[in-house]
């Protein structure tokens, strides 16, 4: 069950942040989260800029 919360959370994070173009403060806000937060959260699950892809303008 954890895991499958875990993978769900990630998408989501991975998604969201791609979608604001890596504005962390803005990822966070629309999150709900501090910025210390997502960041954790970031490198609990490896999300960095080059795992994503950003969304084509």
């Known amino acids: 069950m954890q895991e499958r ?3 769900l959370e ?3 994070l991975a998604q969201t942040i791609a ?7 803005l990822t966070a ?3 709900g989260l ?10 609990r699950y490896g ?4 795992a994503v892809h950003r969304p084509q303008p």
């Not at 979608?19 to 403060?25: H, I």
């Not at 501090?34 to 490198?43: D, Y």
């Not at 999300?47 to 080059?50: A, T």
């Open 5 to 7: 919360l875990d993978t």
């Open 10 to 12: 990630a998408r989501i």
């Open 19 to 25: 979608r604001c173009g890596w504005n962390k403060s």
């Open 29 to 31: 806000r629309e999150l």
């Open 34 to 43: 501090s910025r210390v937060g997502l960041r954790a959260k970031l490198e």
């Open 47 to 50: 999300i960095v800029p080059e």
